[in-house]
């Protein structure tokens, strides 16, 4: 997958429901999302959960607030050591890889 269905990815995971096919407009595929605040279009370049702490915080802390501490696999034991480097890229990849496992389970 590349970062565009990462992102996408991400934001189904945050509750965001696809609520069209994505349109293509000057090249960028649009989606409508729906959240519990009302709807929104999204570009999938506007999604910017592989570059900003502030749309990627909200996730890991969902991520990590819906796990069992107990019954925690090692994605959520990778996604805590991630946090601790501070490193966008490392938590990024964290999170998308507990998305995929957590989506396949």
């Excluded at 293509?24 to 605040?37: P, T």
């Excluded at 990778?78 to 890229?89: A, E, G, H, R």
Aim: proline share 2%.
């Amino acid at each position: 997958m590349n970062t565009q269905e990462n992102n996408q990815l991400i934001a189904e995971f945050m509750g965001y429901k696809v609520v069209d096919k994505p349109k293509v407009v000057n090249g960028e595929n649009f989606f409508e999302y729906i959240d519990e605040d009302g709807k929104y279009t999204y570009c999938n370049s506007l999604l910017r959960y592989n570059y900003q702490w502030d749309w990627l915080m909200p996730v890991a802390n969902e991520i990590i607030k819906s796990r069992d501490e107990q019954n925690a696999n090692w994605y959520l034991t990778d996604l805590k050591y991630s946090l601790q480097t501070t490193n966008i890229n490392f938590v990024y990849k964290a999170v998308v890889e507990f998305i995929k496992q957590n989506n396949n389970q």
